[in-house]
């Protein structure tokens, strides 16, 4: 389980790196300031959150199905808050009209929010002191 959080948190931690590159050089001139920061938004959140997952991967006191159920909130938690924000950020280049899926984005964050949670409770468990 260790090594699935680490390299899940690592993927997110490089895509958040490659996509925080391309708002900042590849955007800046076909959407308007507003929606860069948006998807910079989005951008933030994603590596919050593979910090999270490499730091989790790295402790051993969280029960082993904590950190799956952890895992799968924050998997897809980023796809849903993260990704949503980076295709409405850009929902002008795209002949797709994805304010459709607008109400994905609250969801994922709420699921973001589980994951957080559930750690929380499993660190109040723990006799680890």
Request: aromatic letters at 14%.
């Amino acid at each position: 389980m260790n090594k699935k959080l680490l390299i899940t948190g690592s993927v997110f931690g490089i895509l958040a790196i490659i996509l925080g590159a391309f708002a900042a050089h590849g955007l800046e001139n076909l959407i308007d300031e507003k929606a860069i920061q948006s998807f910079e938004t989005g951008v933030r959140y994603q590596m919050y959150h593979a910090f999270f997952l490499l730091i989790l991967g790295s402790t051993s006191f969280i029960k082993e199905k904590a950190k799956s159920y952890i895992l799968i909130l924050v998997s897809i938690g980023v796809v849903f808050f993260s990704f949503s924000i980076y295709v409405l950020a850009t929902n002008s280049l795209s002949g797709f009209d994805f304010k459709t899926i607008a109400f994905i984005t609250p969801i994922g964050g709420l699921l973001l929010i589980l994951a957080w949670l559930l750690l929380l409770i499993n660190i109040l468990k723990t006799r680890v002191d």
